[in-house]
């Protein structure tokens, strides 16, 4: 089992930034990737960006360059950093964790609210 928390949500005027977090825990496997989705009220859930172990990045097309996905492998935590946040940006942001071995998943969700 693998136990992902995650930090740093909250809210912000539309232009502002929020960095997330995510701390992965428990039986994680040496090569494995991460990332972030989210889901906004009355949508379905979305990629945000995902990173392997090497650090290769892939991002939703529509975020690319306001959005930086990093990862500290000795802490096993990834993290997401949002610039230029936009009203149409609020949703649930989720963790993701993926060993390749069919080890799959989830935090709880952290909620970003962006006021315009």
């Known amino acids: 089992q693998v136990q992902l928390v995650e930090s740093g949500g909250g809210l912000v005027h539309s232009g502002g930034s929020l960095r997330l977090s995510c701390a992965a825990s428990?039986?994680?496997?040496?090569?494995?990737?991460m990332g972030w989705f989210r889901q906004a009220p009355g949508k379905q859930r979305e990629l945000v960006a995902t990173?392997?172990?090497?650090?290769?990045?892939n991002y939703a097309d529509s975020l690319k360059g306001r959005f930086t996905i990093s990862r500290d492998n000795a802490k096993n935590t990834v993290y997401l950093q949002m610039n230029s946040l936009k009203p149409e940006d609020t949703a649930d942001y989720y963790c993701?964790?993926?060993?390749?071995?069919?080890?799959?998943?989830w935090g709880q969700g952290t909620q970003v609210t962006v006021s315009s």
């Open positions: 990173i392997t172990t090497e650090g290769s990045t």
């Open positions: 993701y964790y993926n060993d390749y071995r069919g080890g799959d998943y």
């Open positions: 428990g039986s994680i496997i040496r090569f494995n990737y």
